[in-house]
């Protein structure tokens, strides 16, 4: 997936968050931190600290299993980010 992809991935997500009542506000802000982060590391032109890869990678796979029970759309868009950054490098 490159990095049109991913970000298109990304707003899939947003909408079928968007759709949903019961996503507490706590979860969809960590939701737009993990976007935000992820834009910012897919524009960047130089390759992001471990440190910095792994926060987001950590981020995104937290998000995904608090989804799992509740939200199975989300979840599986979430893991398919995951995938995706991980064949990025990230």
Do not use: C, W, Y
Not at 32 to 55: K, N, W
Not at 67 to 89: D, N, Q, Y
Request: aromatic letters at 2%; zero cysteines; a negative charge.
């Amino acid at each position: 997936m490159d990095k049109e992809q991913l970000k298109q991935t990304i707003q899939t997500l947003n909408q079928e968050l968007d759709s949903e009542t019961a996503v507490d506000p706590e979860t969809r802000e960590l939701l737009s931190v993990l976007d935000e982060d992820i834009h910012r590391l897919i524009a960047e032109p130089t390759q992001p600290s471990t440190t910095e890869t792994e926060g987001i990678m950590e981020k995104a796979e937290t998000l995904a299993a608090k989804f799992a029970a509740e939200h199975p759309t989300a979840e599986a868009l979430l893991r398919e980010i995951v995938a995706s950054l991980a064949k990025m490098g990230v």
